[in-house]
Every structure is written in structure tokens, then in C-alpha cells.
């Protein structure tokens, strides 16, 4: 455990070298999937490919204060393009494993630019469970961006979005970040660099989905793109729409809350082309159960001309 000395300076220097918005890679997804399924997804918000020397990925285990040595991943080697992606999966392949060694999804695999930690004893930053905090670092103290909270062990199955603690325990259902999927929102332009966060409340920043969902992997959405379509832009930044429940798997309510009405419904895929137009069922509810699983926009065209639209994700 780090000495109060070492703590210190951890808070001292994160505070030094606070992040400006799309300036400083960051956790963009998360996968804590069903057996060996795990990974973590880094995003490039800037204008330049950045080259990750002196980074490395942590692994915070069951509320630990710093990660231990064969917890730590090395990413000097590892560059990323400007608003690109870089996917780190946990590296177990082989067609014949079982138990703790059965091979990932063909699916993650097939989206991974790096396979870490094969052997648990030698490294195990890959082996995160819903309870870990993982943790992105800059030559060695300064705090890049954690999901998660450092110090905090939430119980077996983890982080949620239920006040006051935002921790399931061990008895309660899943939370957020067991057996789940999370997005960064869109919004979301920087990595948290406050080293003593009073709680972490997943639904602030991310969006959630089913387990062994890699639909969006390799590749991310975010407001500090120029190039983004203008109707992820509305929705990070100026949206007049609601979307409840989000994500949802068969039906979502839809409202303006500027009470403006509304004429249609589309749904759009993240490149802004529309896959669908829909009614108003009753009570504002638009039926969504025939979309695969993904991410999309629900743009609302109102009577009066204009439209707002909404991030959505399709469980």
C-alpha cells in the first residue's frame, strides 16, 4: 500500500498537470465480459497522433490504493492517431483452453490491436473484475484518467448508479462495471485526473450494455472530432431531447424538454444515415426492439421545423 508520503505526491502532481478538454488520451470503453473477455479501449481526442511513452494501463485490485508490480502495463510502444482508437484485450487465444484459460470471443479478437497479461502470475492488469479500478498513468504519477475509485472496493459486483454509494456489494445485482459494456459518452472530451473522487457514479460519464458487447470497438465518438456529423454534435452538446430508458432493449419514451412537438422520429446509425423512421406509439414511446445491438441517434423532427437529437444505445 503507498505510504501517505507517496499519496501525497500522487494528488500533488495530478493537480500540476490538470488536463485542458481534447488534449491527453483517455478511457473511451470498457468491456468486463462474460469469462475472458475483457478490454479496454484508449482514444486519441486531439488533432496529432500521440505516442504513449511513459504511459502505462494499472490495475487497481479490490480497493487497493496503487496497483502492484505485475499490475501494470507498459504502452510506450503503442501510438494512436489523431481521433483514432487503440483496443487492448486480454490475451487469451488459444481455440483449446478452458476454465480461466478459454479463449476470448472471435469478435473482441478480431477488434484487439494489442493481446496483454497471457500468464496471471507474470502480469495481471488484463484480469479486471467489476471491483477494480483501472487506471490510466503518466510517468509514473500522474493520474491520465480511472474508472472506477481508487480505495474503493464496491463489492463483488461492482460500481452502479444508485445513490449513495454507488456500489452494489456483494449480494445486489450487477453493477455497471460487472459483466457490462460501457461507452464514454460522447460528450466526455478529457480523463478524470482527480486522484480522491467522493464517489464514482458510472452513468455520469458512460453508457451501459449487455455483456460481451463489442459492437463499438475500434472506434468512438466524441465532440472533440471536427469531422463528427452534426447530429452527434447536437447531442454532446446543445440536446433538447429525452431518451428514457437508455440503453433499453424493446421500447423508449422520447420527449422534448422544451415541451416542443413532435412530428417524427428517426433513427440514424453513427455515421448520421438514417435506418429507420418511426411513429409516436402511445404515450411518446417509440418501439426499438428490431434494432440490433449498437449505438445510434434518435433525432426528433419537430412541428415548428426545427429537430434536436439524442445519443442511444440499443441493448
Known amino acids: 500500500?503507498?505510504?501517505?508520503?507517496?499519496?501525497?505526491?500522487?494528488?500533488?502532481?495530478?493537480?500540476?498537470?490538470?488536463q485542458t478538454p481534447c488534449s491527453d488520451i483517455f478511457i473511451s470503453e470498457y468491456v468486463e465480459g462474460l469469462g475472458t473477455n475483457k478490454a479496454i479501449e484508449l482514444y486519441n481526442p486531439t488533432n496529432s497522433a500521440i505516442t504513449l511513452t511513459g504511459y502505462s494501463l494499472e490495475r487497481f485490485?479490490?480497493?487497493?490504493?496503487?496497483?502492484?508490480?505485475?499490475?501494470?502495463?507498459?504502452?510506450?510502444?503503442?501510438?494512436?492517431n489523431a481521433y483514432e482508437t487503440y483496443v487492448i484485450a486480454l490475451d487469451k487465444r488459444n481455440p483449446v483452453g478452458t476454465g480461466q484459460d478459454a479463449p476470448?470471443?472471435?469478435?473482441?479478437?478480431?477488434?484487439?490491436?494489442?493481446?496483454?497479461?497471457?500468464?496471471?502470475?507474470?502480469?495481471?492488469?488484463?484480469?479486471?473484475?467489476?471491483?477494480?479500478?483501472?487506471?490510466?498513468?503518466?510517468?509514473?504519477?500522474?493520474?491520465?484518467?480511472?474508472?472506477?475509485?481508487?480505495?474503493?472496493?464496491?463489492?463483488?459486483?461492482?460500481?452502479?448508479?444508485?445513490?449513495?454509494?454507488?456500489?452494489a456489494g456483494d449480494a445486489g445485482p450487477d453493477g455497471w462495471t460487472r459483466d457490462h459494456t460501457l461507452i464514454r459518452k460522447s460528450s466526455i472530451q478529457e480523463g478524470e485526473t482527480e486522484f480522491g473522487i467522493p464517489f464514482f457514479n458510472p452513468a455520469l460519464e458512460w453508457d451501459s450494455l449487455a455483456a460481451n458487447t463489442f459492437t463499438n470497438l475500434g472506434s468512438h465518438d466524441c465532440s472533440c472530432n471536427p469531422n463528427e456529423t452534426s447530429v452527434n454534435k447536437v447531442d454532446a452538446k446543445n440536446s433538447d431531447l429525452r431518451v428514457f430508458p437508455n440503453p433499453a432493449?424493446?421500447?423508449?419514451?422520447?420527449?422534448?424538454?422544451?415541451?416542443?412537438?413532435?412530428?417524427?422520429?428517426?433513427?440514424?446509425?453513427?455515421?448520421?444515415?438514417?435506418?429507420?423512421?418511426?411513429?409516436?406509439?402511445r404515450g411518446n414511446t417509440v418501439d426499438v426492439s428490431e434494432l440490433p445491438t449498437g449505438t445510434y441517434f434518435i433525432r426528433a423532427n419537430y412541428s415548428n421545423n426545427t429537430f434536436s437529437s439524442s445519443l442511444f444505445l440499443k441493448k
Open 249 to 281: 432493449n424493446e421500447v423508449i419514451f422520447v420527449a422534448s424538454k422544451s415541451n416542443a412537438a413532435i412530428s417524427s422520429i428517426e433513427i440514424l446509425d453513427i455515421t448520421g444515415k438514417t435506418v429507420a423512421n418511426k411513429n409516436l406509439l
Open 61 to 80: 485490485s479490490n480497493g487497493a490504493q496503487s496497483s502492484a508490480a505485475n499490475q501494470k502495463l507498459d504502452l510506450s510502444t503503442v501510438t494512436i
Open 104 to 167: 476470448i470471443d472471435s469478435e473482441l479478437e478480431s477488434r484487439a490491436n494489442m493481446f496483454a497479461s497471457p500468464v496471471y502470475d507474470d502480469n495481471n492488469t488484463m484480469y479486471f473484475n467489476g471491483n477494480d479500478a483501472m487506471v490510466l498513468t503518466k510517468n509514473g504519477t500522474q493520474l491520465v484518467d480511472v474508472i472506477g475509485k481508487i480505495g474503493e472496493n464496491p463489492g463483488d459486483n461492482g460500481w452502479n448508479d444508485v445513490a449513495p454509494t454507488y456500489t
Open 1 to 18: 500500500m503507498k505510504t501517505l508520503y507517496s499519496l501525497a505526491l500522487t494528488l500533488l502532481t495530478a493537480s500540476l498537470f490538470a
